[in-house]
């Protein structure tokens, strides 16, 4: 497998964003973008995307990760992050993969919260098939999740010492040690994935099995190995997010269907 992949910036000014592509071996007509999960879970699966993405791209799909504004590598403030700013991020993502590769078909992966932000975006026909991994279903919950993880956290922190703060103070804004802006409070706690038909894309899902919050109408669940890197919603969290035998042979399975779903 080939690890390959050019970073490059979108856009330019106040709004460019990170991105890597993963070219394919040949020409292929249907590629994927990857939204991100938020938050703390970014910086902890970068290498687990990073190795997806090229597993991804091995099966002969491009595939493009990039930064969130406000988030990773890209331009901008933690506190500009919002379900506005990600379907902008989004559609210029979207752009980027088509006019480097010229495919004429688009598959979004969805990491965790992302999945939250999609419902708008992909009612107005960006994309052609969506792919849910693991997705965060029910925003408030999680939202409360978040907040009662980071006074636990905030808990257990080392006391302050002369010459500097190691505690903030509660009221920082942030959430898990990131900003969170209250527009992006409020748009979390609004958002609930129930139902996974969104304008003509179809929607799939990579999800453990025995989960009881999945969204109505996805077209295919794809069963996640029981031993694939957890997310959690406090410090359990997996430490190191690697691909293990049994979620590279998945994702050569979701490889496969997704260019077979394309060329049906």
Not at 23 to 49: D, K, N, Q, Y
Not at 191 to 220: F, K, N, Q
């Amino acid at each position: 497998m080939s690890i390959d992949w050019e970073p490059f910036w979108i856009a330019s000014g106040p709004r460019r964003l990170y991105a890597a592509l993963h070219p394919a071996p040949g020409a292929s007509s249907v590629g994927i973008v990857m939204a991100p999960p938020l938050l703390h879970e970014l910086p902890r699966t970068r290498r687990f995307l990073t190795e997806i993405a090229a597993e991804l791209a091995a099966t002969g799909m491009p595939c493009l990760r990039f930064d969130y504004h406000g988030t990773g590598d890209s331009s901008g403030e933690g506190e500009e992050l919002d379900f506005s700013s990600i379907n902008t991020d989004l559609t210029l993502a979207a752009s980027a993969l088509h006019e480097r590769t010229g495919i004429s078909r688009l598959c979004v992966l969805a990491w965790r919260g992302s999945a939250l932000a999609l419902h708008g975006w992909a009612g107005r026909a960006h994309a052609d098939l969506i792919v849910l991994w693991e997705p965060v279903t029910d925003g408030d919950a999680w939202l409360r999740q978040l907040t009662e993880a980071d006074t636990r956290e905030r808990t257990v922190r080392p006391p302050s010492r002369p010459g500097g703060a190691r505690v903030a103070a509660a009221d920082d804004g942030d959430l898990m040690g990131f900003p969170v802006s209250a527009r992006l409070r409020t748009d979390l706690a609004e958002a609930r994935v129930e139902s996974a038909r969104w304008g003509r894309a179809r929607s799939w899902a990579v999800m453990r099995a025995g989960i009881d919050e999945t969204p109505r109408g996805l077209d295919r669940i794809l069963p996640l190995p029981d031993n694939a890197p957890a997310f959690t919603i406090d410090a359990a969290m997996d430490a190191t997010f690697f691909l293990t035998p049994t979620v590279r042979e998945l994702v050569a399975r979701l490889g496969t269907a997704v260019l077979t779903d394309a060329a049906a």
